[in-house]
């Protein structure tokens, strides 16, 4: 009898969220994970993460997208949101400069919060509003460069640029991880051990270790679950993933927040 094992991705790489409330962190993760974008959403309160398996040279990444409330008094615990996380987008709205200025503040939190080698990438959301624009491009990329993060202008809107934006940050990823197994292959090898050494390249956290059992569940948020009810009348009959069961995602099963500029 044949046993199939089911290697649904080689890795898994947990992604953050973080920017302004209203910066449009959601709609980029809804474009990006099923090609969804709403004018109207609302402001997120708690977390949720969806997940998409894309080919980063050759190999099979799952990239799990972590996202949570701008809003101060909605976010879940930050330790938990940050923890395992190997990269971060910082998002501002192009035509908000509060946003942009905020970035700092955003950045002193990763440091703070975060792995201090996390990938980073930053992204001036809604360039489809040019002629609202508030913040030059020139001054994004001088702060990028002086802050040592990768930049790019999105619309989540126009679908421009998200997928670039995810797959930049996850190249990087993957080469900084192929870099230390490489390292570490060679210190195994210059000390005589025997080839086949289990490297662990990455510290699992709950989250990945949870994503494990939601491989199939694309959308895991309670929210939208009831939102495809809602629209489709069906009874989602899928198992809760495990994961909603961790302090940080019980936070997670949330309601809709307030809408934005209300
Ligand atoms: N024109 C335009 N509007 C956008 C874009 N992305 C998001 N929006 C709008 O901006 C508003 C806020 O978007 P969200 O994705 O909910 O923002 P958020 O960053 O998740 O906000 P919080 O959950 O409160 O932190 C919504 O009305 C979106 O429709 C974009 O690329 N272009
Ligand atoms: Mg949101």
């Known amino acids: 009898m044949a ?15 973080i920017g302004d409330s209203g910066v449009g962190k959601s709609n980029i993760l809804s474009r990006f994970t099923r090609n969804e974008f709403c004018l109207e959403s609302k402001s997120t309160i708690g977390v949720e993460f969806a997940t998409r398996t894309l080919q980063v040279e050759g190999k099979t990444v799952k990239a799990q997208i972590w996202d949570t409330a701008g809003q101060e008094r909605y976010r879940a615990i930050t330790s938990a949101y940050y923890r ?11 035509t908000k400069r509060q946003t942009f ?38 001054d994004a990329q001088i702060l990028a460069e002086k802050e040592g993060l990768s930049f790019l202008e999105t619309s989540a809107l126009e679908a421009l640029n998200v997928e670039k934006a995810f797959q930049t940050i996850l190249l990087d990823i993957y080469h900084i991880i192929s870099k230390k197994a490489l390292a570490a292959q060679e210190a195994a090898s210059s000390t005589g051990l025997p080839h086949g050494t289990t490297i662990n390249v990455a510290n699992l956290s709950d989250g990945q270790r949870a994503g494990r059992h939601v491989a199939r569940h694309e959308h895991v948020s309670v929210r939208h679950e009831a939102r495809h009810e809602a629209r489709h009348g069906t009874h989602v009959a899928r198992a809760r993933p495990r994961i909603l069961g961790t302090r ?4 997670g099963t949330i309601r809709d927040g307030p809408k934005h500029g209300t």
């Open 101 to 138: 200025d905020n970035v700092t503040r955003w950045l002193r939190e990763l440091r703070d919060h975060a792995d201090s080698n996390i990938v980073i990438m930053m992204a001036g959301n809604k360039s489809d509003l040019n002629h609202l624009r508030a913040v030059a491009a020139e």
């Open 248 to 251: 940080a995602l019980k936070h």
């Open 84 to 94: 395992g996380a190997v990269g971060a987008l910082l998002v501002y709205d192009i």
């Open 3 to 17: 046993y199939k094992v089911d290697h649904e991705y080689d890795y898994l790489f947990k992604i953050v969220l």
